[in-house]
């Protein structure tokens, strides 16, 4: 009725029943009146009173809205399969710059450390600078109170000199 690319072949379940004697089953695919057609078929022998085959019976059921779903579904998991290799793809990708931020975190973190232990040392060096310089300023009073002092005992010497000089001149 279908006439299948496989009817009047070697390939027919029906002639291949009628000469084996036994069910055989097959799938077939083809266009009918500009519809694509799935169908699988059983052809089963036919035999007489007497056990002889006589003929095949042929049971056919259209497979095609099963097919059509398969395909489809088949489809789905490609893509399916596709987006989740971009977003594996994506996934290493973005963990592999979190861990070079995590890396430049560190980085930043050992340059903070490292710039605030210099600015403690440098705060140390001003401190003792600064208390240098106090010390230094105090010794500079000293000394400048000692060569005031110097100068007037110089003064009482040249007067006295002078007095000397006028009593024995």
């Given amino acids: 009725i279908l006439n299948t690319p496989h009817c009047g072949t ?17 799938e077939q695919d083809f266009d009918l009146a500009g519809s694509h057609v799935d ?13 002889a085959i006589v003929g095949a ?21 490609r ?7 971009r977003v594996s793809s994506a996934s290493e990708e973005l963990s592999s710059q979190v861990e070079e ?3 430049g975190a ?4 050992d340059r903070m450390n490292e710039t605030a232990t210099a600015v403690e040392q440098m705060n140390a060096s001003v401190l003792e600078v600064a208390q240098n310089a106090t010390t230094a300023a ?17 003064q009482q010497a040249i007067a006295a000199i002078g007095r000397v000089n006028t009593v024995t001149a």
């Avoid at 893509?79 to 290799?85: C, H, L, P, T």
């Avoid at 105090?138 to 110089?154: L, S, W």
Wanted: glycine share 4%.
């Fill in 39 to 51: 169908i699988s078929y059983t052809g089963t022998p036919l035999t007489d009173r007497d056990g």
């Fill in 10 to 26: 070697e390939r027919c379940a029906c002639a291949q029943a009628m000469r084996t004697g036994t069910p055989v089953s097959a």
């Fill in 57 to 77: 019976l042929e049971l056919i059921e259209d497979q095609t809205a099963v097919r059509l779903a398969q395909r489809t579904m088949q489809d789905v998991a």
């Fill in 106 to 109: 560190e980085v930043q973190r």
């Fill in 138 to 154: 105090a010794n500079v009073d000293e000394a400048k109170n000692r060569a005031a002092i110097g100068a007037d005992v110089v």
């Fill in 101 to 103: 931020a995590s890396h």
């Fill in 79 to 85: 893509r399916a399969d596709e987006i989740a290799e």
